[in-house]
């Protein structure tokens, strides 16, 4: 993973603990189940998530190509939030327009046992802009 990732990720993570008085940190090795999984956002018994900066339309054309990896790899995170235990919260940061409509248009009424938030960041005014419960 490129450092420029990690700086953003940090720089997110950062924002989002200021603006839920939260303490989270990027935590390798959170047990679920028999296998265990990096968030980039957790907090014992409080919350887990991750962070995409991926876009949802990606390529040459300006963008017009549908990304399947971004795409796979934000829907392996929400996976993985729904079988996360012991925690209040679980959510995942999305950087992206488009990848935050799609995964909200592709999931919607999906029956998950356990509600995961989606967030919408912008980078350019560094808030968090939208937010939607699957």
């Known amino acids: 993973m490129s450092s420029h990732y990690l700086k953003k990720e940090e720089k997110i993570r950062g924002i989002f603990n200021k603006v839920f008085r939260l303490k989270t940190e990027k935590k390798r090795d959170v047990p679920i189940g028999l296998q265990q999984h990096e968030f980039d956002i957790y907090q014992k018994s409080i919350v887990a998530g991750g962070i995409t900066t991926g876009r949802w339309k990606t390529g040459k054309s300006k963008g017009k190509n549908p990304s399947s990896g971004n795409r796979d790899r934000a829907n392996r995170e929400i996976l993985w939030l729904t079988l996360v235990e012991n925690v209040k919260r679980r959510i995942l940061i999305v950087t ?25 960041f912008d980078n350019k005014t560094k808030s968090f802009i939208r937010s939607e419960y699957l």
């Open 96 to 120: 992206d327009k488009e990848m935050f409509r799609g995964l909200i248009g592709q999931l919607k009424g999906a029956n998950f046992k356990k509600r995961i938030g989606i967030m919408l």
